[in-house]
């Protein structure tokens, strides 16, 4: 097998599950991990994995529930607004696993996370683009938050990269299983909701070698795919009208 590239998808404070996940991909040291975002939230254990991903100096993305965080942090003046839609999205989980105290070096390294990169033949982002704005005019609002603009594209945003994407679980996407991986029109979406109690699956992707590992964050199953056999090509046109909306 050749060196790899490793992109784990949306974690959400699966600390247990994400060590099974890394010890099964096991990446060696010169092998770069990129994680997608949303590292934090609805999960019992985002500290742990905050410091397990900045200890190991892997690249993380910005996720949205990030973005809810470093506002809440920021923004005295909206505080009483905004905390309550952080604290209902799944960070009372966050501030729990931190004893309601998060530390400043956790704080400073979450504000240095990128809200995308470019890997040359990939572009990783946590939530997706908007089909119809250039890069230089798009910002956090929609490379953390987007979803059906950009699903519904009906050609690639890129013609020679592949985006891949967290922040969607898959299983809302029409004809979608739990645990699948969803692909569009130049695009990938590796969210297979670890902590949601329909799916549970964490899923790491070799993109190198086109293999996915996936981990049950409740029952602890470990599986493995290629790419190809747990990948679903959805229609464009369906995402709007088809789109299962979750329920935490």
Request: hydrophobic fraction near 40%; include cysteine; proline fraction near 6%.
């Given at each position: ?16 599950a994400l060590l099974q996940l ?193 981990v049950n964050t409740k029952d ?29």
């Amino acid at each position: 097998m050749s060196s790899r590239r490793i992109i784990i998808g949306d974690v959400h404070g699966q600390y247990d599950a994400l060590l099974q996940l890394m010890e099964a991909i096991a990446p060696q040291e010169k092998e770069p991990v990129y994680f997608l975002g949303d590292l934090i939230d609805r999960g019992p254990n985002s500290a742990q994995v905050v410091e397990f991903v900045r200890q190991h100096r892997y690249r993380c993305l910005l996720g949205n529930h990030e973005q809810m965080l470093l506002e809440v942090l920021g923004s005295q003046r909206m505080m009483g607004e905004m905390l309550p839609g952080w604290l209902y999205n799944g960070g009372n989980t966050t501030l729990f696993s931190y004893n309601h105290k998060i530390p400043q070096d956790h704080i400073d390294w979450l504000k240095t996370l990128p809200l995308y990169l470019d890997l040359g033949d990939i572009w990783l982002v946590h939530a997706g683009v908007h089909p119809h704005l250039p890069l230089e005019e798009q910002d956090a609002t929609h490379f953390c938050w987007i979803r059906d603009e950009f699903h519904s594209m009906p050609e690639p945003f890129f013609s020679d990269k592949l985006i891949i994407t967290g922040h969607t679980i898959t299983f809302t996407f029409p004809g979608v299983s739990p645990g699948q991986l969803v692909a569009g029109a130049g695009w990938l979406d590796i969210d297979t909701g670890a902590y949601h109690p329909h799916s549970n699956w964490l899923t790491g992707l070799d993109i190198t070698n086109r293999l996915v590992y996936q981990v049950n964050t409740k029952d602890k199953t470990l599986r493995k795919f290629d790419l190809e056999d747990i990948t679903t090509l959805i229609n464009p046109a369906e995402v709007y009208t088809k789109r299962v909306q979750p329920t935490p």
